[in-house]
């Protein structure tokens, strides 16, 4: 019996010679064929997938977050890898906040820009947090700054400002922090509650703001009544006592100069140990009823005088029925000085 290689191959009908080395040679072609097929044409799905590394956590300088600064990307397709890495998968969290980024949300923000996700594959974790990178600015910080501004602004009184609640600490993004402090709101007295608002800019732009809630004492020395002074008393030095007392607690129209009370005529009872209010006096009249003056009429060009008496007391600039002397006729004039009263 004839080895196999000198068997004689049959194609239509045709016999040819035997060739003891073609066979040998076709089988190497076949062979060197199928493992070019397989490795060019790259059916291996592994061989074409794009992985997708999650760090455990990542910390992001911009408002928003590519995939390539919180992911690792291993791929063969360099050009594709690129086009990834500059994807927008979102916003960043705040200042000083966390947020967790999912598999599902990643595959989402490529899907939206036309990309296969079935070749992408995590490997490692599904998900990651970031942070975005900030600067801190401590609650106590925030609050000496403040407690400084109202000592500034109001540098000649005795002052002692008091904070209502804790100022917790905030965080910036980085950059050159700068910072305005404003009062907010309207008020009649010169101590008492206070808001104050920081305001927080980077970079010329306002970032945030922060709420300061004070309560100021503010310490004054004011006349009080030494004893009980009735109403219409002339006040008299002796009437009066100096004290410190925290001004926020009383009327505004307080008095801290005795030379603004002494002479002038109370208009009230006033209790003890209560400060004096100027409110609470007037000027003692300048003319009585029965005094002798001169009744004046006087224009740029012409001045008139005649003797008159006056028919009620009256206080300067007031308004007072006087009776010409001479005439007898009663006219009204205003009180000019002590003798003096001038016709309209």
């Known amino acids: 019996m004839q080895s196999l290689a000198h068997l004689i191959i049959k194609t239509r009908g045709i016999a040819t010679r035997p060739y003891p080395y073609r066979y040998g040679l076709l089988l190497l072609l076949f062979l060197l064929y199928s493992v070019t097929v397989f490795s060019n044409g790259n059916t291996d799905p592994k061989a074409q997938q794009i992985k997708i590394f999650l760090p455990q956590s990542s910390v992001i300088n911009s408002d928003e977050y590519r995939l390539g600064e919180i992911a690792q990307l291993e791929g063969e397709d ?3 890898l690129d086009r990834l890495a500059k994807v927008v998968i979102g916003r960043a969290p705040l200042p000083g906040r966390e947020l967790t980024v999912t598999r599902s949300l990643i595959l989402s923000r490529l899907r ?60 910036l993004p980085r950059g050159q922090v700068s910072y305005v402090i404003s009062s907010k709101g309207n008020y009649k007295k010169e101590g008492g509650y206070r808001n104050y608002e920081v305001e927080f800019s980077v970079d010329g732009k306002a970032i945030r703001k922060v709420s300061v809630r004070t309560y100021l004492k503010i310490y004054k020395e004011v006349y009080v009544a030494r004893n009980t002074i009735k109403r219409n008393h002339i006040i008299e030095e002796s009437d009066l006592l100096k004290i410190r007392k925290n001004v926020n607690r009383i009327p505004r129209e307080y008095v801290t100069d005795k030379e603004q009370l002494i002479g002038k005529i109370s208009r009230r009872t006033i209790t003890p140990s209560e400060a004096i209010q100027g409110n609470t006096l007037t ?44 005439s007898k006729i009663v006219v009204f004039a205003t009180v000019k000085t002590r003798n003096i009263v001038l016709v309209n």
């Open 78 to 80: 360099f050009i594709l």
């Open 112 to 171: 939206s820009h036309k990309v296969n996700i079935k070749k992408f594959v995590f490997p490692g974790s599904d998900s990651t947090t970031i942070q975005r990178a900030a600067l801190k600015i401590s609650g106590n910080d925030i609050e000496q700054v403040v407690l400084n501004h109202i000592k500034e602004t109001k540098k000649n009184s005795d002052l002692k400002p008091r904070l209502l609640a804790k100022i917790r600490d905030i965080f």
């Open 283 to 326: 000027d003692p009249p300048l003319v009585k009823s029965g005094d002798r003056l001169q009744i004046v009429f006087e224009t740029p060009f012409i001045r008139l005088s005649a003797p008159g008496i006056s028919m009620a007391k009256g206080r300067k600039g007031e308004r007072i029925p006087v009776k010409n002397v001479d």
